[in-house]
């Protein structure tokens, strides 16, 4: 079945440092959508990308979208404690959303 | 407005029982979601409604699990004879059209005994 891979799965930093996480599906998106979800919260969604070769920011968030629309990224510069959680992308393939299975940025103390 | 909202926001039952979880997602959203997220894994999804129909449901692992959204809004979450395996975060979203933008609950944190 049609799938998204998310890597890494943990990703540890220090305050300041940056944090990368990707997503590469098995097939062609039409949209690939980002969410954060806080230690006891729920998803929330960040963005959605929709053109092939897109790139977004948001502050310090940077998201791209590949030009095959099969994989995508999202780099935080100079992490804050605030980023802490765990980032999902989330695929669009027809009408169903294909969830990665998240990468979750930890701010070593 | 107001959001996404899930109740119960958690639930205990017996191995066996027979339970139900709400969802009432965000007025005129036509689409409802139900997903299911293990500590530590992604959210699984379960059954998809555009309007009062399941649009997809192959997520619904067995039989034992059923939804319904009978007046496309409010949307239920039926699992008979619980399973520990059953045990999980059950989470609703709600989008305005399709596979957009979802906009999620608190979640109903389920656990069988």
């Known amino acids: 079945g049609q799938q998204v891979m998310q890597i890494p799965q943990y990703q540890h930093v220090q305050e300041g440092e940056d944090f990368t996480t990707y997503c590469n599906s098995s097939?062609?998106?039409?949209?690939i959508q980002w969410y954060k979800q806080r230690p006891g919260g729920h998803p929330v969604f960040l963005i959605q990308?929709?053109?092939s070769g897109e790139v977004k920011k948001q502050k310090r968030l940077t998201f791209q979208f590949g030009e095959a629309k099969k994989n995508s990224s999202l780099h935080i510069t100079a992490t804050q404690t605030t980023d802490v959680g765990t980032y999902f992308c989330?695929?669009?393939?027809?009408?169903?959303?294909?969830w990665g299975a998240g990468t979750k940025l930890i701010i070593k103390p | 407005g107001a959001g996404v909202s899930q109740t119960p926001s958690n639930k205990v039952t017996e191995k066996g029982k027979y339970v139900e979880l709400r969802c009432d997602p965000i007025?005129?959203?036509?689409?409802l979601y139900w997903y299911r997220q293990s500590l530590g894994q992604g959210p699984e999804f379960l059954i998809y409604?555009?309007?009062?129909?399941?649009?997809?449901d192959s997520g619904l692992p067995n039989d034992r699990f059923f939804a319904v959204r009978p007046e496309g809004s409010v949307s239920t979450l039926k699992i008979q004879r619980t399973e520990r395996g059953d045990s999980a975060v059950y989470l609703c979203?709600?989008?305005?059209?399709?596979?957009?933008?979802?906009?999620f609950g608190p979640g109903t944190r389920l656990t069988v005994l």
């Open positions: 007025s005129g959203h036509t689409a």
């Open positions: 097939t062609t998106l039409s949209n």
């Open positions: 989330a695929g669009q393939s027809n009408y169903q959303l294909i």
């Open positions: 409604f555009q309007g009062t129909g399941a649009a997809d």
């Open positions: 990308l929709v053109k």
């Open positions: 979203a709600s989008s305005e059209t399709g596979p957009d933008t979802q906009y």
